[in-house]
C-alpha cells in the first residue's frame, strides 16, 4: 500500500505571493489532517477534513485554507505569505479521525523570503 | 498552548541502554498517542494508548498511561543508534473536538 505523498517537496516563496500544497492520502483512508512544524512553535495543527468537509481547525489566521476532493485528496493554501510562514507542512492521513493512528507523509518545506 | 508536555527535552545515552520520556497533559483526554521523527521527516507512529488502558507495549516500546496523574511514559529498551530521533506525545482530548494537540518532543541521540 502506497503512502501519504506531499508535493512539492520544497518550495520557494516571496512574501506576498500564495502557495497552495498537495497531499495524497492512503488509499482508502478517508480523514486528512494538516499540520504546521516550526522550530518555535513545534508541531500545530491546521485543520482536518473528512468526506470534503473541514471537520476540524486550528487557531491560524483565515489566510491558512483547505479542501478536500472526492477521492480524498487534499489541498492547502496559504495566501499572502508572510516570513513567520516558513515551515514544515506536514499531512496525515486516517481511516476515519484523529482517533486512529495517522500515517504522515515527508512533508513540505516552505520557504518564504 | 501545547496540551503535551514532553521532559526531558534531549535525553543523550549510549547503545543498549533503555531511554525513558515523560508526557504531561493539561485536560481529560481520549487517547494519546506516540510518535517518533527522524530529522525534519514526516512522524512514524508508534503506539496509541486509550484513556481505559494503563500499559501497552510494541516490540521494544513500553507505554504506560497514568489519567490521575495526566502523564504517560515512553521506554525504549536496549536502545540503537537507529532510534535517534525526536519522540513526539500526541493526546486526543473530547473538549478540543477530537484534533491531535502535539507536545514539544524529546530529542533522543544513541550513540554507538
Known amino acids: 500500500k502506497a503512502g501519504v505523498t506531499q508535493t512539492p517537496r520544497y518550495l520557494i516563496k516571496t512574501r506576498g505571493q500564495q502557495v497552495t500544497l498537495s497531499c495524497s492520502p492512503i488509499?482508502?483512508?478517508?480523514?486528512v489532517s494538516w499540520y504546521q512544524q516550526t522550530p518555535g512553535q513545534g508541531l500545530q495543527f491546521l485543520f482536518e477534513y473528512f468526506s470534503e468537509t473541514q471537520r476540524n481547525k486550528g487557531n491560524f489566521p483565515g489566510r491558512f485554507s483547505g479542501r478536500q476532493f472526492s477521492n480524498s485528496r487534499s489541498e492547502m493554501n496559504v495566501s499572502t505569505l508572510e516570513l513567520g510562514d516558513s515551515a514544515l507542512y506536514l499531512c496525515?492521513?486516517?481511516?476515519?479521525?484523529?482517533?486512529?493512528?495517522?500515517?504522515f507523509g515527508p512533508g513540505t518545506r516552505l520557504t518564504v523570503t | 498552548s501545547q496540551q503535551g508536555e514532553e521532559d526531558p527535552q534531549a535525553l543523550s545515552i549510549q547503545e543498549g541502554e533503555n531511554a525513558t520520556m515523560n508526557c504531561s497533559y493539561k485536560t481529560s483526554i481520549n487517547n494519546l498517542q506516540w510518535y517518533r521523527q527522524n530529522s525534519g521527516r514526516g512522524l512514524v507512529h508508534l503506539i496509541l494508548i486509550r484513556s481505559n488502558e494503563r500499559e501497552k507495549h510494541s516490540g521494544r516500546l513500553r507505554v504506560t498511561l497514568d489519567t490521575s496523574k495526566k502523564s504517560s511514559s515512553l521506554l525504549i529498551t536496549a536502545s540503537r543508534a537507529a532510534d535517534t530521533a525526536s519522540y513526539f506525545c500526541?493526546?486526543?482530548?473530547?473538549?478540543?473536538?477530537?484534533?491531535?494537540?502535539f507536545g514539544g518532543g524529546t530529542r533522543v541521540l544513541v550513540k554507538p
Open positions: 488509499s482508502g483512508h478517508r480523514s
Open positions: 500526541a493526546t486526543e482530548q473530547a473538549a478540543a473536538g477530537n484534533k491531535l494537540t
Open positions: 496525515a492521513s486516517s481511516w476515519t479521525s484523529s482517533s486512529y493512528e495517522q500515517y
